[in-house]
């Protein structure tokens, strides 16, 4: 079992839908969890920290579901330029590197 | 330019050469990381430096993967007798300590031929 599972689509939406991800993870003493938006051919980049009792960034929202261990990033009104792969991401406990899940790749049409 | 970056950005080689990548990471960052990306994943740890120390390797590092960071600024990345497996990008990030941010480079896109 890998130890972040995302489901890698792609979603195909038009613009101004709400789009939701989801991502499991296995070790269950994990503290940190991210998301990371990654453009074609490029580097993944920082998108959001989840927090426990969830955040809010515009219209990114995350959520983390600790007994689930689970973390979601929603998008809602969803643009054009909001295409790209998202990855789901949580540090390990002990040397701070980050394991990554597979990615989601979004494609938001006009 | 202030972010963390990588030389090449390209490389094709033939199979069974050799490779080094190099990176430089955002400065006064104290950790560095390398990973690899191949298509359709996300990125993988490879090997992480604190200061000049190499204090953990995956076990995707086999024997000939090597990485050094020997004054504790740059870090270079070499690969033996590459194979065509080792085709990938790869990813260095940067942070100032274990819990900070972690920042990427534009990444070295190798093509093993």
């Known amino acids: 079992r890998k130890e972040v599972e995302q489901d890698p689509g792609p979603f195909n939406v038009p613009e101004g839908a709400t789009v939701a991800f989801n991502c499991t993870y296995s070790?269950?003493?994990?503290?940190?969890f991210f998301w990371y938006r990654q453009d074609c051919r490029k580097e993944p980049k920082l998108l959001m920290s989840?927090?426990?009792s969830g955040n809010e960034d515009g219209r990114f929202t995350a959520q983390l579901n600790r007994a689930s261990q689970y973390i979601s990033l929603l998008i809602r009104d969803s643009k054009l330029s909001d295409s790209a792969t998202y990855l789901c991401?949580?540090?390990?406990?002990?040397?701070?590197?980050?394991?990554f899940g597979q990615g989601t790749e979004l494609s938001v049409k006009p | 330019d202030t972010g963390v970056s990588q030389d090449p950005r390209h490389k094709i080689t033939k199979r069974g050469q050799n490779v080094t990548f190099r990176c430089d990471p955002i400065?006064?960052?104290?950790?560095l990381y390398w990973y690899r990306q191949t298509l359709g994943q996300g990125p993988e740890f490879l090997t992480y430096?604190?200061?000049?120390?190499?204090?953990?390797k995956s076990r995707l590092l086999s024997d000939r993967f090597s990485a050094e960071r020997p004054k504790g600024s740059f870090s270079t990345l070499e690969i033996q007798r590459t194979e065509q497996g080792d085709s990938a990008m790869y990813l260095c990030?940067?942070?100032?300590?274990?819990?900070?941010?972690?920042?990427f480079g534009p990444g070295t896109r190798l093509l093993v031929l």
């Open positions: 070790n269950s003493a994990s503290q940190s």
């Open positions: 400065s006064e960052h104290n950790r």
């Open positions: 990030a940067s942070s100032l300590f274990a819990q900070e941010t972690q920042y």
């Open positions: 430096f604190q200061n000049e120390a190499q204090l953990e």
């Open positions: 989840v927090y426990s």
């Open positions: 991401v949580v540090r390990d406990l002990q040397g701070g590197k980050l394991i």
